[in-house]
T-cell receptor, first 111, second 113 residues
Framework: RKEVEQDPGPFNVPEGATVAFNCTYSNSASQSFFWYRQDCRKEPKLLMSVYSSGNEDGRFTAQLNRASQYISLLIRDSKLSDSATYLCVVNEGDSSYKLIFGSGTRLLVRP | EPEVTQTPSHQVTQMGQEVILRCVPISNHLYFYWYRQILGQKVEFLVSFYNNEISEKSEIFDDQFSVERPDGSNFTLKIRSTKLEDSAMYFC???????????FGPGTRLTVT
């Protein structure tokens, strides 16, 4: 049973496009949610935390639907530098605060 | 901006040898983690460490693995007798008190031959 599931992609979009990624998680007790970005052979870098009310950071908007156990990330006005793998990450609320990672969705932004 | 650092960036070792991977977490963080990522696969949790003891470990973290905080700044992962399947990127992460976000170091690429 997959705990955090993502479409692997790749999503191949032109510069300036809007692209959306989705993610589902299996543990209804999960407490905190994140999107990380990972470039090839590099560490995961925190892109944004995801809150129930939804949150926006510049061109990036994240949404959480606890009832459906669904998380989304919207990127507007895609840049070439947005090309990366986007990781949906969940903390299940246990005392260790360990993170559970999805397999990632690969984004390629072309000129 | 404070960051997590890791050394070495790449370690090549022969099967059966011991390796120690080193991490310096962000200075005021109290929660420390090791994760690994086998090439082409997802990031997997290995172990969490808080208040000088392991708070949780995964099934991957068997008796061949150990962690230590030998001083006030370093956090180490030791693999006693490496196997071919231990080849992976090993990431250290740390978290502050009262927040949920974890910050990752650049990783150590371990290659077991």
């Amino acid at each position: 049973r997959k705990e955090v599931e993502q479409d692997p992609g790749p999503f191949n979009v032109p510069e300036g496009a809007t692209v959306a990624f989705n993610c589902t998680y299996s543990n209804s007790a999960s407490q905190s949610f994140f999107w990380y970005r990972q470039d090839c052979r590099k560490e995961p870098k925190l892109l944004m935390s995801v809150y129930s009310s939804g949150n926006e950071d510049g061109r990036f908007t994240a949404q959480l639907n606890r009832a459906s156990q669904y998380i989304s990330l919207l990127i507007r006005d895609s840049k070439l530098s947005d090309s990366a793998t986007y990781l949906c990450v969940v903390n299940e609320g246990d005392s260790s605060y360990k993170l559970i990672f999805g397999s990632g969705t690969r984004l390629l932004v072309r000129p | 901006e404070p960051e997590v650092t890791q050394t070495p960036s790449h370690q090549v070792t022969q099967m059966g040898q011991e390796v120690i991977l080193r991490c310096v977490p962000i200075s005021n963080h109290l929660y420390f983690y090791w994760y690994r990522q086998i090439l082409g696969q997802k990031v997997e949790f290995l172990v969490s460490f808080y208040n000088n003891e392991i708070s949780e470990k995964s099934e991957i973290f068997d008796d061949q693995f150990s962690v230590e905080r030998p001083d006030g700044s370093n956090f180490t992962l030791k693999i006693r007798s490496t196997k071919l399947e231990d080849s992976a990127m090993y990431f250290c992460a740390s978290k502050g008190t009262g927040i949920y976000e974890q910050y990752f170091g650049p990783g150590t690429r371990l290659t077991v031959t």
